[in-house]
Antibody, heavy 121, light 108 residues
Framework: QVQLVQSGAEVKKPGASVKVSCKAS????????ISWVRQAPGQGLEWMGW????????NYAQKLQGRVTMTTDTSTSTAYMELRSLRSDDTAVYYC??????????????WGQGTLVTVSS | EIVLTQSPGTLSLSPGERATLSCRASQSVSSSYLAWYQQKPGQAPRLLIY???SRATGIPDRFSGSGSGTDFTLTISRLEPEDFAVYYCQQYGSSSRTFGQGTKVEIK
């Protein structure tokens, strides 16, 4: 079946970087994009940006520009999200989600199971 | 960036009742590119509705979506015990794909 499986929980110190992976299976990886969405404890969903697995084009949320990089490895059908200069307010569950590159098919389905990133000194 | 505002913040209802959730956009959502998701504690969000009114695969027909332009609605015709959760709307018609802040449907 179509699924996204994410890497495990991470604990990082302020100022460090984290890289979360998202491995796709059950579909043609390069036919879709991957968005990253985070959710701080008790809060709502925040879209972080997306990458086309077809051509590597990216679009990041303005507030994260300069701190986030999204990449893909098409040989392993895996997407990555790296966040640098971590702060305590980056503590959140990070989700990946698949969607069409075309706006017409842009809804998010499926989602990964989530990766908890804790930033603490 | 399109801002989505959901109301109410919390909806307190009993099983069997009808739930009506609102999502209002700060500007028109292109071609009704609006989705609804359900999230239960400790779980990833699940797609319910896309294209404002199309049910995702496996979603019961008690869930329905409507609206266009800037005003959208998710209706749950008769609440089942498993429907008590948080619901988010999301627009995907612009380069920045924003979410509403969520509506919690709780048991009264």
């Amino acid at each position: 079946q179509v699924q996204l499986v994410q890497s495990g929980a991470e604990v990082k110190k302020p100022g460090a970087s984290v890289k979360v992976s998202c491995k796709a299976s059950g579909y043609t990886f390069t036919s879709y994009g991957i968005s990253w969405v985070r959710q701080a404890p008790g809060q709502g969903l925040e879209w972080m940006g997306w990458i086309s697995a077809y051509n590597g084009n990216t679009n990041y949320a303005q507030k994260l520009q300069g701190r986030v990089t999204m990449t893909t490895d098409t040989s392993t059908s895996t997407a990555y999200m790296e966040l640098r200069s971590l702060r305590s307010d980056d503590t959140a569950v990070y989700y990946c989600a698949s969607h069409g590159d075309d706006y017409r098919f842009g809804w998010f389905d499926p989602w990964g199971q989530g990766t908890l990133v804790t930033v603490s000194s | 960036e399109i801002v989505l505002t959901q109301s109410p913040g919390t909806l307190s209802l009993s099983p069997g009742e009808r739930a009506t959730l609102s999502c209002r956009a700060s500007q028109s959502v292109s071609s009704s590119y609006l989705a609804w998701y359900q999230q239960k504690p400790g779980q990833a969000p699940r797609l319910l509705i896309y294209g404002a009114s199309s049910r995702a695969t496996g979603i019961p027909d008690r869930f329905s979506g409507s609206g266009s332009g800037t005003d959208f609605t998710l209706t749950i015709s008769r609440l089942e015990p498993e429907d008590f959760a948080v619901y988010y709307c999301q627009q995907y018609g612009s380069s920045s794909r924003t979410f509403g802040q969520g509506t919690k449907v709780e048991i009264k």
